[in-house]
């Protein structure tokens, strides 16, 4: 049925429940039972289906979020959101692709479950204070106070500094080719000085458990990719943002920065080939 609303706005309920999870798969298994419960919902009873979904998805995203969060408290190394593979055509909303960046979900790893479904309905989906207090079971004024403090913690954590997405392009290609090369004076011209390398190897593959700190000792670090005989690097688009994906002896590294001021500050590496799943077919986000 392509009337179903549930078929209409599935896009949407991906991306809020990626927004909620920052894993691809943990999304995809939330809309699924999502859409089992809708089947069983009187459509007749629904008077606004999207906002009837969105809360739906949210709920079930909020109860895996609560489990998944005891379960990344012993993860191995540092934990980051799975990539996803986008055309620019997302990037065509600045909005929503600040919002679903690497570094954006990172920032959003750090609030409680009930914090980051606030946050998310609000400020990315723009869902009224009462719709959210029925999903977390709060009432609107304290939901509203709760979204205050999130964005004070985001607003405390997320990166300062926003570029044009054909400057961080150019960028991100001087940073390949730098890579590439195994030019040392190359890769500290594009890295910043303070720059941070965090990676996640989930304990399946070889990753650095902890971050990597300073331009010396990343670029050092990233030189040695070049020495590999099968090394190739190239472009991608991740969460809406230019990046690159580094493929050697067989496995890929999705990698996508931070830039300001014409240099990269952050670098996020996932290794963990349970997280690259979604990197060779676009993923479909949106508002």
Do not use: C
């Not at 593979?85 to 009930?114: C, F, K, Q, R, Y």
């Not at 079971?137 to 939901?143: D, E, F, I, L, Q």
């Not at 979204?147 to 997320?158: I, P, S």
């Not at 991100?172 to 500290?188: H, I, N, R, T, Y």
């Amino acid at each position: 049925m392509t009337d179903d609303p549930f078929v209409t706005h599935r896009g949407l309920l991906f991306t809020v429940a990626y927004e909620m999870l920052g894993t691809a798969v943990d999304a995809e298994d939330v809309v699924q039972e999502t859409w089992l419960r809708w089947a069983d919902v009187d459509r007749a009873e629904v008077r606004d289906p999207r906002a009837y979904l969105v809360r739906m998805v949210t709920r079930q995203a909020l109860n895996r979020l609560r489990t998944e969060s005891r379960r990344r408290e012993e993860y191995v190394g540092e934990w980051l959101p799975e990539p996803m593979l986008t055309g620019p055509d997302v990037a065509e909303d600045a909005e929503l692709a600040e919002n679903v960046s690497i570094a954006m979900l990172t920032v959003l790893e750090t609030l409680g479950p009930t914090e980051r479904a606030v946050f998310v309905l609000h400020e990315v989906f723009a869902t009224p204070y009462r719709e959210i207090a029925e999903v977390v079971g709060k009432t609107p004024a304290a939901v509203r106070q709760i979204g205050h403090r999130a964005r004070e913690h985001v607003a405390a954590r997320r990166p300062r500094v926003q570029v044009g997405r054909s400057e961080q392009q150019a960028v991100v290609e001087k940073f390949m080719a730098a890579v590439a090369s195994g030019d040392m004076q190359a890769l500290l011209d594009v890295l910043a000085p303070d720059v941070v390398v965090v990676a996640d190897g989930g304990g399946v593959v070889t990753a650095a458990r902890k971050p990597i700190i300073g331009a010396l000792r990343v670029a050092t670090f990233l030189a040695r990719a070049a020495t590999f005989p099968d090394f190739a690097a190239t472009t991608a688009w991740f969460n809406g943002m230019p990046g690159a994906r580094f493929d050697v002896g067989g496995g890929a590294t999705a990698v996508s920065v931070v830039v300001a001021d014409g240099r990269i500050t952050r670098i996020y590496a996932m290794r963990n080939p349970h997280k690259l799943g979604w990197l060779d077919r676009p993923a479909e986000l949106r508002r």
